[in-house]
């Protein structure tokens, strides 16, 4: 069973930039549709970014379009997500999840609830 592991998260200042690591084990990054969620205290959870097990299709939400770029390090099985221009309304427990890959090349869901596996968080604070 593939195992999840976020890294990289800390307390920045607005207008910073926080690079985000998903560290996978038991299987590989490239064999998942892959993404990142967000959870701010008191908020449901929320779709950030996603990228296909290919690598070749991406998508953000609307609050993180421009800033923000997920990518996949086939070398490393590890996935990525570049922030910049961070805002305290990025603040909140940022998540790794997965879902096995299947015919889609560009398939991606921005509901929690179809992905499968999920790392711990890790927290992103941004001061103003």
């Known amino acids: 069973q593939v195992q999840l592991v976020e890294s990289g998260g800390g307390l920045v200042q607005a207008g910073e930039s926080l690079r985000l690591s998903c560290a996978v084990s038991g299987g590989t990054v490239s064999k998942y549709y892959m993404a990142w969620f967000r959870q701010a205290p008191g908020k449901e959870r929320e779709f950030v970014a996603a990228i296909s097990w290919t690598g070749g299709a991406t998508n953000y939400g609307d609050a993180v379009k421009g800033r923000f770029t997920i990518s996949m390090d086939n070398a490393k099985n590890t996935l990525n997500l570049q922030m910049n221009t961070l805002s305290p309304e990025d603040t909140g427990v940022y998540y790794c999840?997965?879902?096995?890959?299947?015919?889609?090349?560009?398939?991606?869901?921005?509901?929690?609830?179809?992905?499968?596996?999920w790392g711990q968080g890790t927290q992103v604070t941004i001061s103003s």
């Open positions: 999840a997965a879902e096995p890959s299947g015919p889609s090349w560009t398939w991606y869901s921005p509901t929690p609830d179809n992905y499968a596996f």
